[in-house]
């Protein structure tokens, strides 16, 4: 747990650094407002798409060879930024940056839910979302250091050297991963097909996916809205870190919680409230409101993850644990690349107040329907 803790905060750690720097650089090579969202969509399309094909290959052949292949990607895909030149370019680069990323997280997650004892699954998915969380949020505020000191490219070279550390890591000290469906002599589209069958799994899947959609909508467009209401670029950089790292620092007090109470009404409960802020958000118009508000929605939003993940253990352990976490991966980037896309359209359409209303509305949608999966799933995401 240790290892896996320090490898994803590492890796997450060197992707956060270049994600302040990507518009900016991306404007430098020409690009419209449109074409930095396809920068940003590349990665989430290519992740989405070489996560099932991952998690199929690492069920057969173990997830530590794939974990190092994606930190490879990861390493060459930071020194490829230095060299890009276009504006295709860096759209590719960012392609192959998902790729590398379809492997390392949603396996390393798979590896905690193997390691996790029958009960606990709550408090060691709250580990790894801490690592996960603290590397998302700690990123951006290196990144400032770094490029205000030594230019753009001093972000890329530190994801580099990032990755190499994540990389030494698992080459050390990650142990060799028993393949899972060879083991049990199942197939893995026998396998695919079940868990899409499941109610349970079907919840699962539902809530990720909306809780994704909410989220790529509210971190678009929470800095426009507040921008709109004349709070400064600096206090919005806070008040989206203080997001970030509170839905962090939470992830271990409620991963423990996951182990004693419902897991599923945990996550439905969670949601709905996560859900009910958002409506907040639109009617303040002070900064110390709004970043009282943002913590809200964020301790909010820690609770959700735990025993979301919890109960995907429970289910990796029936199904399959690699293809299990990068399905539900695959759920949470699917809401991540239509999330900004939908909610962009209806601002468009009906003002800046929309996004939120939407992420509202996906969040109780997607509670209401796993409400209803989970009536029908028997015995998991009972908790302890």
């Given at each position: 747990?240790?290892?896996?803790?320090?490898?994803?905060?590492?890796?997450i750690?060197?992707?956060?650094?270049?994600?302040?720097?990507?518009?900016?650089?991306?404007?430098?090579?020409?690009?419209?407002?449109?074409q930095?969202?396809?920068?940003?969509?590349?990665?989430?399309?290519?992740?989405?798409?070489?996560?099932?094909?991952?998690g199929?290959?690492?069920?057969r052949?173990?997830?530590?060879?794939?974990?190092?292949?994606?930190?490879?990607v990861?390493?060459?895909?930071?020194?490829?930024?230095?060299?890009?030149?276009?504006?295709?370019?860096?759209?590719?680069?960012?392609?192959?940056?998902?790729?590398?990323?379809?492997?390392?997280?949603?396996?390393?997650?798979?590896?905690?839910?193997d390691?996790?004892?029958?009960?606990?699954?709550?408090?060691?998915?709250?580990?790894?979302?801490?690592?996960?969380?603290?590397?998302?949020?700690?990123?951006p505020?290196?990144?400032?250091?770094?490029?205000?000191?030594?230019?753009?490219?001093?972000?890329?070279?530190?994801?580099?050297?990032?990755?190499?550390?994540?990389?030494?890591?698992?080459?050390?000290?990650?142990p060799?991963?028993?393949?899972?469906?060879?083991?049990?002599?199942?197939?893995?589209?026998?396998?695919?097909?079940?868990?899409?069958?499941?109610?349970?799994?079907q919840?699962?899947?539902?809530?990720?996916?909306?809780?994704?959609?909410?989220?790529?909508?509210?971190?678009?467009?929470?800095?426009?809205?507040?921008?709109?209401?004349g709070?400064?670029?600096?206090?919005?950089?806070?008040?989206?870190?203080?997001?970030?790292l509170?839905?962090?620092?939470v992830?271990?007090?409620?991963?423990?919680?996951?182990?004693?109470?419902?897991?599923?009404?945990?996550?439905?409960?969670?949601?709905?409230?996560?859900?009910?802020?958002?409506?907040?958000?639109?009617?303040?118009?002070?900064?110390?409101?709004?970043?009282a508000?943002?913590?809200?929605?964020?301790?909010?939003?820690?609770?959700?993850?735990?025993?979301?993940?919890?109960?995907?253990?429970?289910?990796?352990?029936?199904?399959?644990?690699?293809?299990?976490?990068?399905?539900?991966?695959?759920?949470?980037?699917?809401?991540?690349?239509?999330?900004?896309?939908?909610?962009?359209?209806?601002?468009?359409?009906?003002?800046?107040?929309?996004?939120?209303?939407?992420?509202?509305?996906?969040?109780?949608?997607?509670?209401?329907f796993?409400?209803?999966?989970?009536?029908?799933?028997?015995?998991?995401?009972?908790?302890?």
């Open positions: 747990m240790v290892v896996l803790f320090f490898l994803v905060f590492t890796a750690l060197g992707i956060g650094i270049v994600v302040p720097v990507l518009p900016i650089y991306a404007k430098e090579l020409g690009a419209t407002g449109t930095v969202g396809l920068v940003f969509s590349a990665f989430s399309l290519l992740r989405l798409l070489g996560m099932p094909f991952v199929a290959l690492a069920e052949f173990g997830k530590r060879i794939f974990i190092m292949v994606g930190l490879v990861y390493f060459v895909a930071s020194l490829l930024y230095i060299w890009v030149d276009s504006l295709a370019g860096l759209i590719g680069v960012r392609a192959l940056h998902g790729i590398g990323s379809s492997m390392v997280i949603p396996l390393s997650m798979a590896y905690v839910g390691l996790s004892p029958v009960g606990k699954e709550g408090r060691y998915m709250g580990i790894i979302t801490t690592s996960f969380f603290l590397g998302m949020g700690g990123g505020l290196i990144s400032g250091f770094l490029v205000q000191r030594w230019g753009v490219n001093a972000a890329f070279i530190g994801m580099a050297m990032l990755t190499l550390v994540a990389l030494f890591i698992a080459l050390l000290f990650l060799r991963s028993e393949p899972s469906l060879k083991k049990k002599g199942t197939g893995f589209l026998k396998t695919l097909k079940a868990m899409f069958l499941d109610p349970v799994s919840g699962i899947y539902a809530m990720r996916f909306a809780m994704a959609l909410s989220r790529g909508a509210v971190m678009t467009f929470l800095p426009l809205l507040a921008f709109s209401k709070i400064k670029y600096a206090d919005i950089g806070s008040m989206v870190g203080a997001y970030i509170i839905t962090a620092f992830q271990w007090p409620f991963g423990k919680l996951a182990d004693k109470l419902s897991r599923w009404k945990m996550v439905v409960i969670g949601s709905s409230i996560y859900g009910t802020l958002l409506l907040g958000i639109p009617l303040v118009n002070s900064y110390w409101l709004m970043f508000l943002v913590i809200c929605i964020g301790i909010a939003a820690g609770s959700v993850f735990p025993p979301l993940t919890a109960i995907m253990t429970e289910i990796g352990r029936e199904k399959g644990m690699a293809i299990s976490m990068t399905v539900l991966q695959t759920a949470n980037s699917l809401g991540m690349v239509l999330g900004p896309i939908i909610s962009g359209g209806l601002m468009d359409a009906f003002g800046i107040f929309a996004p939120f209303i939407a992420g509202a509305i996906f969040v109780y949608t997607g509670a209401t796993m409400g209803s999966r989970f009536k029908l799933g028997g015995r998991r995401g009972k908790g302890g």
